[in-house]
């Protein structure tokens, strides 16, 4: 009785260390980055510094919308890594004197995320600096924000996205709000 104790004892302690050093190690920034990467930082880190936004949030909106593949299409036709559509990407472009402009552009990593960055700043200027505000406006368009906020649909706060009427636009701020969280514990510290 005594030897079985002494070997359920040492089975309990084993998966006990087991359990602990497997979260110890889902838990490790290292074992973390390998899902949550930073392709392109270096580029995301000067664009979004030209207009103070945190690089974390647009690795977070990247992460989202293309799962930072370059050549990614939507099937509304956004394109590349931003997930731009192109007749916003040409205003875009006018407004960044970019001459020359042509929508497969939109697939070139360093295109997508000046003009995404430049976009999302845009959108949170036009929405007196809400963030939350400019992410479903990137994701719903800026006219159906306008719209929820203004007819008080949704108060354009992140605690109250359950009042936004797309589905899609509330998961979608979800998942960067959370995305973004990770990025800055991951890589901010």
């Keep these: 009785m005594i030897f079985r104790m002494g070997c359920l004892t040492k089975i309990i302690i084993t998966i006990l260390i087991v359990f602990?050093?497997?979260?110890?190690f889902l838990n490790s920034h290292w074992f973390q980055r390998l899902f949550y990467p930073i392709p392109h930082f270096e580029h995301v880190q000067e664009e979004s510094g030209k207009y103070n936004m945190d690089p974390y949030l647009i690795m977070a909106?990247?992460?989202?919308?293309?799962?930072?593949?370059?050549?990614?299409?939507?099937?509304?036709g956004a394109?590349?890594?931003m997930q731009i559509m192109?007749?916003?990407?040409?205003?875009?472009?006018?407004?960044?004197k970019v001459e020359d402009f042509?929508?497969?552009?939109?697939?070139e990593p360093k295109t997508s995320i000046t003009f995404g960055i430049w976009y999302i700043n845009h959108l949170i200027r036009q929405f007196d600096g809400n963030i939350v505000a400019a992410l479903?406006?990137?994701?719903g368009g800026q006219t159906n924000v306008r719209k929820w906020i203004n007819t008080g649909v949704w108060s354009g706060k992140y605690e109250d996205q359950d009042d936004i009427p797309f589905q899609e636009t509330r998961n979608y701020l979800?998942?960067?709000?959370t995305d973004y969280k990770i990025y800055k514990k991951i890589y901010d510290s």
């Design 20 to 24: 602990i050093a497997f979260f110890v």
């Design 61 to 76: 909106v990247m992460r989202v919308e293309s799962k930072f593949n370059e050549n990614a299409q939507s099937s509304r």
């Design 79 to 81: 394109l590349g890594l």
């Design 86 to 96: 192109p007749e916003t990407a040409k205003w875009i472009a006018q407004e960044l």
């Design 102 to 107: 042509h929508e497969d552009m939109l697939r």
């Design 136 to 139: 479903a406006a990137y994701n």
């Design 174 to 177: 979800y998942k960067v709000i």
